[in-house]
């Protein structure tokens, strides 16, 4: 299965030429050449998403147990109508009061989400979770709380697992160590494949020249295997779709 996971970037009006209003067929364009079975978007706030869901038709959101705000900025989850049934989805926030909506704690700029469903694929009796969060842009020790949490939480449940979203930090830094390394047990699917060094970036200001980190990630869980990674560089007449460009990922669930 394909899966993606994809900074939308917000419909931030003082963005001109780069708003949202300018590129959203091109986000759809992205997404429908790519066809991934599963997508995480960060940054989608409500106008965004029901656009992304009246123009790919073949996907549905995750959004049942949702409770709606026209003010939120939401990671979501999308996936293929018919490959997919969803067992369970729920979602929390990142904070000392998980349930309490739009709440926040540790100096987190804006309010933090995970989002998930316990999905089983057409023909298989396996199931997995799929996690999609957006972690704090100014407060690392609310990244660190958050990732905490996401880690606890899914963990001793005891499937496997699929973890996507914008980290907002770089490889090798606390959340990565919490998530990947000592604490484990998630895999970086980048460095499955890639050797030690060989880093990308998933960030641009719109204009395609890599900046920064590779902040955007899939992780996952065994028995999971890893096929195939790319940070999607797709753009038309020198336009992107977002200031991230999307990364995707191919795994088997092997059973």
Same mark, same amino acid.
């Given at each position: 299965?394909?899966?993606?996971?994809?900074?939308?970037?917000?419909?931030?009006?003082? &963005? $001109?030429? !780069?708003?949202?209003?300018?590129?959203? *067929?091109? =986000?759809?364009?992205?997404?429908? +050449?790519?066809?991934?079975?599963?997508?995480?978007?960060?940054? $989608?706030?409500?106008?965004?998403?029901?656009? @992304?869901?009246?123009? @790919?038709?073949?996907?549905?959101?995750?959004? #049942?147990?949702?409770? =709606?705000?026209?003010?939120?900025?939401?990671?979501?989850?999308?996936?293929?109508? $018919?490959?997919?049934?969803?067992?369970? %989805?729920?979602?929390?926030?990142?904070?000392?009061? /998980?349930?309490?909506?739009? %709440?926040?704690?540790?100096?987190? #700029?804006?309010?933090?989400? #995970?989002?998930?469903?316990?999905? +089983?694929?057409?023909?298989?009796?396996?199931?997995?979770?799929?996690?999609?969060?957006?972690?704090?842009?100014? %407060?690392?020790?609310?990244?660190?709380?958050?990732?905490?949490?996401?880690?606890?939480?899914?963990? /001793?449940?005891?499937?496997?697992?699929?973890?996507?979203?914008?980290?907002?930090?770089?490889? *090798?830094?606390?959340?990565?160590?919490?998530?990947?390394?000592?604490?484990?047990?998630?895999?970086?699917?980048?460095?499955?494949?890639?050797?030690? $060094?060989?880093?990308?970036?998933?960030?641009?200001?719109?204009?395609?020249?890599?900046?920064? #980190?590779?902040?955007?990630?899939?992780?996952?869980?065994?028995?999971? +295997?890893?096929?195939?990674?790319?940070?999607?560089?797709?753009?038309? &007449? !020198? +336009?992107?779709? %977002? &200031?991230?460009?999307?990364?995707?990922?191919?795994?088997? @669930?092997?059973?």
């Amino acid at each position: 299965m394909l899966v993606m996971t994809f900074n939308l970037r917000f419909a931030n009006p003082n &963005d $001109g030429l !780069n708003a949202w209003e300018f590129r959203k *067929d091109l =986000v759809v364009n992205l997404i429908r +050449r790519h066809a991934p079975d599963l997508l995480a978007t960060q940054e $989608g706030t409500l106008p965004m998403l029901r656009f @992304l869901e009246a123009e @790919l038709p073949d996907y549905l959101p995750l959004t #049942a147990q949702r409770l =709606v705000d026209e003010t939120c900025q939401y990671p979501t989850i999308f996936y293929r109508a $018919g490959r997919f049934t969803v067992q369970e %989805s729920r979602e929390f926030w990142l904070s000392l009061t /998980p349930q309490v909506h739009r %709440s926040l704690n540790w100096g987190s #700029a804006f309010p933090r989400m #995970a989002t998930y469903g316990l999905f +089983r694929e057409a023909g298989s009796t396996e199931t997995f979770y799929f996690i999609n969060t957006h972690l704090d842009h100014v %407060s690392p020790e609310a990244r660190l709380q958050g990732a905490r949490m996401i880690r606890d939480f899914f963990i /001793p449940l005891g499937r496997p697992l699929i973890l996507g979203g914008d980290f907002n930090e770089p490889p *090798d830094a606390p959340v990565y160590q919490e998530l990947v390394r000592d604490q484990g047990p998630f895999c970086d699917t980048w460095r499955s494949v890639h050797p030690p $060094g060989e880093e990308g970036t998933t960030q641009h200001s719109f204009n395609g020249e890599p900046r920064g #980190a590779r902040i955007d990630w899939i992780l996952v869980t065994p028995p999971f +295997r890893v096929r195939r990674v790319a940070i999607v560089t797709d753009q038309w &007449d !020198n +336009r992107y779709p %977002s &200031d991230h460009f999307p990364y995707e990922v191919e795994v088997d @669930l092997l059973i």
